[in-house]
């Protein structure tokens, strides 16, 4: 192997693995200080996300979410820019999603339903990140400022949307009317059941499908076209894409629109998977995991993928410690998310120069 | 015993940089009270020889002695103790800060500072006089002429009592007459009993000011000369280890119809700044512009006007039958599209990609390429065979497309982007120094492609701040000083001292200088 395959090895795999052994060898420590036998809370997490169809249904229900947050991330990030609006981006794509779903005539076939609630989903998380885009673009207002900042209108733009026009007459709390059903995606032990496989019921649904196709949609999108080409030019060097006959302005919006559409997929999940309907912080954490996803993907989407199994093990794990340890919180999960961002983000390089001497060391002959 | 006069010593010093065996073995002494010079190509190993002497590198092996003294500095406050002094090839001055707090900048003494002001004061007058170093003192940095600012580093490091004095490239950013002056004060300075070692790779300063020279190649010091014992295409040929030829020998040029035609340009730079005004030119089919001036006085924005970066504030370019003017912009791919290629002058911001493999640095400028795209699909396999080609014609080595541009070294970085640009067979060349931080193997050979590209019928527009570069390649010069063009001169004709003082604007009748343009 060339040194070149080795380091690209290095950097790809086994830096992003000895990150996360950190990270857990870390919370081990945590475990040890709140009096938790770490073994123990490892078997239960590893058992609770894994050791039975129901706990992976929920792990890869909860990833779901994490793969269409990392992807936004991550395609901003190619362009150079930092989007924390995820969140905002997310929660507004399901107001979209909810009312192509709410308001489509139920009559409508699901192959038409379906496809045009996903729309909305994309089209209105693409509105919510076009302002801080354009804001960036061409009146230089940092976006990571606008885009935290559109995370809270976001959330009072529901609050209100919710509680003021989307609420039934007569109901109490602040969520919407049923979706109509041919906008409901089907869960996945439904399908199974189709085909005589029984497996116990979970959130799990066909979005997972979605998500696997827009991770190759992404995949295709930078690496294999002249616009992923542009994205990736700009992101690198604003003078050489200028020198390109890129316009680094025009890159910004478009990126943006696409990352804040990718995250407005979260709601398809989440509202026409599971819960049918809308309601209040139902994207609760996903836009703000989907950084550490992407940071722990290496920005691409076969990291992510990986890196989102990962937290959708620690979401659905950490539930079950919660469960099943008197002394544990759900809050743990927080903890162990922190861990995470912290040894695959901060000390992202930490054990690199280690690895490379032992594994690469310099050859003069090459 | 007498002291011997050996100011500085190096013996086998050695440093590796990961793979790169940046110094190996390298032994070098210094007179006292003389001029050393040493040259070699760049990536030689004279910036890191001279940073271990600094302070900022330590060697992995070997003996310093600084006046018969072993010398080991961690940091350049030793070094400076020890007597040395370094003149960066980019000025270390805070550029809002007078010439007198620039020099006490680091020896501040107590907590105010008004007292080593009033010391600093008597201090800098005498040396000025004694060296003939005359600077104003209270006068803000940047309200100085580079060739001043010069002197203030020189100044700094004489007041912290400097006896061996560094300089890096001294002459890369000053006119040849301010160079001269600068020679002249390197004289005084040796008079006085200073040493001087200057790093260049201009053989003719070392021709003209040093004692003795030393060549490095390849972190090896290969040989040791006296200066009057040795010749230019001697020191060359020592430097990159063949023969080279320095001037490269050109036929007639057969000059054809302008493609390019500039009027009363007025241009802003990117932050808005006026930095051209009332340029006025032609470029014309088989022949080569050259474009002379000191960095920084308005050619580069000039260039990115032409290329399409920047817009006109006022004037047209008519370029291949269409109309640039401030109401009607083309940008850099339309340009592309009509045949103008565009070699840009920063090859690491702008003309490359630094973490992109070859083939996408090589893809710059053209991503929208019907041949290269099947529909939405940028087809990686096209893109790499059309590096791999356009990599053989320019001999970019090696010719993997899949390797990242930033392990090509610079000769080969620039012979990347001159292939994408010349083998797409323009009309128009808009090409900025083209050899900067170019080894002289590569320098031959581009400069013989620019060459082919005239004798092909192009019409080039050459920019650079080598005056030599200008001299042997182009067809006709204009002179550029402050923005404006202060003199054409055919390039047959053109002289150093000439070109000199149009490029500081010092020529005699400079409206004469513009009536000659045409």
């Known amino acids: ?196 496989y029984e497996v116990t019921r979970s959130p799990l649904n066909m979005s997972i499908f979605v998500a696997l196709f827009f991770s190759a949609v992404v995949w295709f999108f930078l690496w294999h076209t002249r616009w992923g080409f542009a994205i990736r030019a700009a992101g690198k060097s604003n003078e050489a894409a200028i020198y390109s006959g890129i316009n680094p302005k025009k890159i910004i919006v478009v990126t943006m629109c696409i990352s804040g559409a990718l995250a407005g997929l979260v709601g398809i999940n989440e509202l026409m998977g599971v819960q049918h309907r809308l309601f209040l912080n139902f994207n609760y954490g996903y836009g703000f995991g989907g950084i550490a996803v992407a940071l722990m993907g290496r920005n691409h989407p076969v990291g992510i993928l990986i890196a989102a199994f990962l937290f959708g093990i620690l979401y659905q794990g950490g539930a079950e410690l919660d469960f099943e340890l008197q002394n544990v919180s759900r809050d743990i999960v927080v903890v162990m998310q922190g861990l995470v961002i912290l040894f695959c983000g901060g000390l992202e390089y930490l054990y690199r120069p280690v690895l490379i001497r032992y594994l690469a060391p310099v050859e003069a002959s090459e | 015993m007498t002291k011997s006069n050996i100011a500085i010593e190096l013996i086998n010093v050695d440093k590796h940089f990961g793979a790169v065996h940046a110094n190996d073995k390298v032994n070098l002494s210094v007179k006292t009270g003389t001029i050393h010079g040493i040259v070699g190509e760049n990536g030689a190993g004279k910036s890191t020889l001279m940073s271990i002497l600094y302070g900022f590198y330590q060697a992995d092996s070997g003996q310093i002695k600084v006046f018969d003294k072993d010398f080991r500095a961690t940091s350049s406050k030793q070094s400076i103790e020890a007597g040395i002094g370094m003149v960066h090839q980019h000025f270390m001055l805070v550029d809002n800060f007078t010439v007198l707090e620039n020099v006490i900048l680091g020896s501040e003494g107590g907590a105010l500072i008004t007292e080593s002001l009033a010391n600093a004061r008597i201090e800098l007058t005498r040396l000025a006089k004694e060296y003939g170093l005359e600077v104003e003192l209270d006068i803000a940095v940047e309200e100085l002429s580079v060739g001043m600012q010069q002197r203030v580093e020189i100044l700094k490091g004489l007041y912290k009592g400097a006896k061996v004095l560094i300089l890096d490239e001294p002459t890369g950013v000053l006119t040849p007459q301010e160079s001269d002056e600068l020679f002249r004060i390197f004289e005084a300075l040796k008079n006085e009993g200073v040493t001087i070692i200057l790093i260049t790779h201009k053989l003719r300063e070392i021709m003209n000011i040093t004692d003795h020279v030393s060549v490095m190649r390849a ?22 280890g063949r023969k080279v030829l320095l001037n490269i020998k050109k036929s007639k040029a057969k000059i054809g119809k302008p493609l390019l035609v500039a009027k009363n340009l007025e241009i802003n730079n990117e932050q808005g700044l006026k930095r051209v005004s009332e340029v006025s030119f032609e470029a014309r089919s088989g022949e080569i512009l050259g474009i002379a001036g000191v960095t920084g006085n308005g050619q580069g924005t000039l260039l990115k006007a032409l290329a399409g970066i920047l817009p006109l504030t006022k004037g047209s370019i008519e370029i291949m039958g269409e109309t640039i003017s401030p109401k009607s912009r083309l940008n850099p791919e339309q340009l592309r599209n009509l045949g103008v290629a565009h070699v840009p002058e920063d090859r690491q911001k702008m003309g490359m990609i630094a973490e992109f493999s070859a083939s996408e640095t090589a893809l710059m400028g053209y991503q929208n390429d019907k041949d290269l795209n099947q529909g939405i699909w940028l087809k990686k396999s096209l893109v790499k065979a059309n590096c791999a080609s356009i990599m053989e014609a320019f001999d970019v080595r090696p010719p993997n497309p899949n390797l990242m541009s930033s392990n090509f070294s610079g000769g080969n970085q620039q012979k990347l982007i001159l292939a994408r640009e010349f083998e797409r067979d323009p009309e128009v060349l808009i090409i900025g120094q083209p050899t900067r931080g170019v080894d002289i193997g590569a320098i031959e050979f581009i400069r013989k492609r620019i060459i082919q590209m005239r004798d092909a019928g192009k019409a080039i527009v050459l920019i650079s701040v080598e005056l030599e570069e200008i001299m042997s390649l182009s067809d006709r010069i204009i002179v550029m000083c402050d923005g404006i063009i202060t003199g054409t001169v055919n390039g047959a004709d053109a002289d150093e001292a000439t070109l000199g003082m149009m490029m500081a604007n010092a020529l005699e009748s400079p409206a004469e200088a513009k009536g000659a343009e045409i």
């Open chain 1, 1 to 196: 192997m060339t040194r070149d395959r080795r380091l690209s090895w290095i950097n790809g795999l086994l830096l992003p693995l000895f990150n996360v052994l950190t990270a857990f060898i870390a919370t081990g420590i945590v475990f040890l200080f709140i009096g938790v036998d770490p073994i123990e809370a490892t078997k239960i997490l590893i058992y609770g996300a894994l050791g039975y169809d129901e706990g992976l249904g929920y792990t890869l229900y909860y990833a779901t979410n994490f793969v269409f947050t990392g992807l936004a991330v991550a395609v901003a990030f190619h362009a150079g820019l930092f989007n924390i609006g995820g969140e905002g981006q997310a929660y507004v794509g399901g107001l979209g999603t909810a009312l192509v779903a709410l308001y489509m005539n139920p009559a409508l076939s699901a192959w038409i339903v379906i496809p045009l609630a996903i729309s909305g989903g994309l089209l209105f998380g693409a509105l919510w990140a076009i302002i801080p885009a354009y804001l960036q673009a061409y009146r230089g207002s940092h976006i990571v400022i606008t885009t935290i900042m559109f995370n809270f209108i976001a959330s009072s733009l529901m609050v209100y949307v919710l509680v003021n026009v989307l609420r039934e007459v007569g109901e109490m709390s602040p969520e919407s009317g049923d979706f109509i059903e041919a906008s409901w995606i089907p869960f996945v032990h439904d399908v199974l059941a189709n085909f005589g």
């Open chain 2, 219 to 240: 972190g090896k010091m290969v040989a040791h000369r006296e200066t009057s014992k040795t010749n230019p295409e001697e020191l060359a040929e020592l430097m990159i």
